[in-house]
C-alpha cells in the first residue's frame, strides 16, 4: 500500500489540516509515509510525525514530548480559531509526556536512545525521561555532532606564555589611546583576545559597534606575534552570506592596517593580510557542490587552515555547524562571532543563540580569572565569576562585548529597549518622541507614504531610492572600463544606502507586494523603465547557491548595461571593494529586491532603513526581529505598521527554538587545565 493510501482518522485529520494551511502538505505526507512503516502505528505516531516535520519546517530542530501533551499552540503557531479542531484530534491522543512516550518508544521507526540499536529509525527519541525529545535523524545527528565537537574543543585548552602574552596584549589595546579613555571598567575586548589564545574555540558575542570584527583583527596579530612559525599561520575567514563575508574582510584589513602604522616593524601585518586572503561564504569554504549536500572538507578532508573565523554566526543553521566543525583540524582555533540577539537562521536550529544564550553571566572559574588577570591584567567583575563548583566549561570559552562605540544615539536606544522588554510600551514612545530625526514611526500608516519615502526619502534622512538611478541615468563618464566599473560600484553603493525590510514575505505589507508597489512608483516617477523581467536597474537578490557561478543564496546585484556592450544586461554585485558580475541570461533563480525580509538582512547595515510590520505577520513578528531590523539602520529609521500596536505585540514575543543543544553549557569545565606555560 502506497502513502498516498494510507487512512486513518488521524491522518485524514492531517490532510485536512495541510489543505488548509495549518501544516504543510510535506507534513502530512511525511506522517503518512511513517504509518507506511509501521502499519501498526496508532493516531499518536502519526500525528508525532507529521508535528515534528513541521517543527522542522519552523526552524525547531527537535519536538519535546511535553509540547505534544500540551498541545502547545504557541509553539506549534496555530491561530486561536482553529483550536476547537485541534482540542478534538487531542482528544484521542496520549494525555501526559511519559504516555508520548511509551506510546513512541514502542514503534519500529523510532529509536529510543540507550535503550534500542540504531538501525536507520527515521525517528530518534532522546533527553531525560522528564524531558524527551523526539528528532528527524538527521538532526539528532547534526545536534550529536557540534555537541560532540564542541565538547572536545573546550576540553582542550592550550598552554599560554602568560607574560608573553601580557606584553602583547597591553601593547595591542594600548594602540588605540581614544577607545580605551572611553571604555568601560573591563576591557572585554581585551579578555576575548586572551580567551582565544588558550582555546580551541572561541564566541565573542555583542551587539552592534561592540567591536567583534575589531577584536578579532587584534586577535590575529596576536596569534601571529606568540606563534611559533608565524610564517605558517593559516587563516580563513568565512559568513554565511557573501554580503557579510566582504564586510568581515573589508573590517579586518581596516583594523589590520591601522594596527601596523601604530606598531612600527613589530609585527609583520601586511603581510599576514594578504596572506589571509579574501573571506568567503562557508559554503564555498566548505566546498559547496551544485545538486549534492556533500562538501568536499570534511573529517576525512579537512580544511587547510590553523585559525579560522566566523562572523554574523548567528545565522549559521545546525547542518551548516555541524558541517564546519566536521571539517576542522582537530588543532585548530574556530573563533565565532555574532550577535546572541539576533534573529536565528532561517533553516532549523539557533545555534549561537544556544551556544551563549548565557553569555552575559560570564559564569568564569576561578582558574579562567586568574589566567584573565595575569595574561590582561582585567579583573573580572564578581557578578561574572561562576557562583559553582564546577563552572560551565563551554563559558570559559565565550566571552560578550558590552560596549558599542558607535551604536548609541536614538537607534540604539530604542534597539535596546526592545530587546529588554521591560517596558513593551517603550519603543513605541522612542519612536515617536525622538527630535534627531533618526527615528521616524507610521503606526497605522499607508502603503503609499512608504513607497513615496522609497522613492525620495524624508526630512533628517533624504537616503532613499532615487539616488542610485540619478547615478544610472547619468552614465559612465566615458567608454573606458575603468570609467564604467567606478560607475558600476557608485550605483551600488547608492543602492545600498537605503533599503526597505520587511517582517512577512506576501500581502500588500509584505515583500511581494511592496516590491511591485516600488518598482511602479520609481517607473511613474520616470527613474525606471521596467520592461521585460530584466530591465536597466532591476536590483535582485540570489534565492539559490551556485558555485559554478560564483553566486551564492542572498548575494543582492543590479541590472546594469555590460561594459562591453551597453546594450546587453548584466548582474553586478559588490563584494567590499571587488566587483564581479554574471550575463543576466544565466541568473535564473532571483527576485527583485527592493523589498526583502528582515531575516535576509542580516550581515548587511544601511544608512536609512525602512522597516515594515504586516499585521498579517503573526507569530513572526518577535523582539529578536525587531531588534535585528532596527539594528540595520546606521543613521535612521523609519518604521511603517500596517495598524497600531503591532511594534508593542512584537516586543512581548520572543523566538522559540527547540533544540538540545542548550544542555552542553551546563557541562563543567575541566577540574585540572594545563599548568601555564
Known sequence: MSAATLSSPALDTLRAWSDAGLLRQLDSAFAAFVSELDPGADGGLVVAAAMLSHMEGRGHSCLPLAALAGADAALFAWPPDTLPAVEALWQTLPPTTEAWLRALAHSAVVQR??????????????????APRLYLRRYWHYEQTVAAAVGARCAAVEAVDEQAARRWLDRLFAADATAHARRTAVDWQKLACALALRGRLT?????????????????????????????????????????AAARLKQSIDGSLQALQASLGDALELAELTRRIGAARTLHALLGARPDTRRLRHHAGNPLDADVVIVDEA?????????ALLDALPPTARLILLGDKDQLASVEAGAVLGDLCRDAQAGRYSAETARYLQATTGEPLPDTCRAPVQDPPALAQHTVMLRESRRFDGPIGAL???????????????????DASGALFGAEGGTVSALVDLAVAGRPGAPASYRDYLLLLAQGPVDAGADAHAAWVVQILKAFDRFRILCAVREGDWGVGGLN?????????AGLLTPQGSWYRGRPVMVTRNDAALGVFNGDIGIALPAAENMASLRVYFLDGERLRSVAVSRLAQVETAFAMTVHKSQGSEFEHTALVLSAQSGSVLTRELLYTGITRARKALSLFAERP??????????TRRESGLARIGEKAAP????PPA
Open 415 to 433: 534597539a535596546l529597549a526592545v530587546n529588554a522588554a521591560a517596558d513593551p510600551a517603550l519603543p513605541a514612545r522612542l519612536l515617536h518622541t
Open 645 to 654: 500596536g503591532l511594534l508593542e505585540q512584537g516586543v512581548t514575543q520572543a
Open 203 to 243: 564566541i565573542i558575542t555583542g551587539g552592534p559597534g561592540t567591536g567583534k570584527t575589531y577584536t578579532a583583527a587584534r586577535l590575529l596579530a596576536l596569534l601571529l606575534a606568540t606563534s611559533t612559525d608565524p610564517q605558517r599561520l593559516r587563516i580563513a575567514l568565512a559568513a554565511p552570506t557573501g554580503k
Open 671 to 674: 577540574a585540572n587545565p594545563p
Open 314 to 322: 548567528s545565522m549559521v543553521h545546525l547542518e551548516m555547524m555541524a
Open 113 to 130: 536512545i540507550g535503550c534500542d540499536s540504531g538501525c536507520g529509525q527515521p525517528l530518534v527519541l532522546d533527553g531525560p525521561d522528564r
Open 516 to 524: 511591485r508597489a516600488v518598482e511602479r512608483a520609481l517607473a511613474h
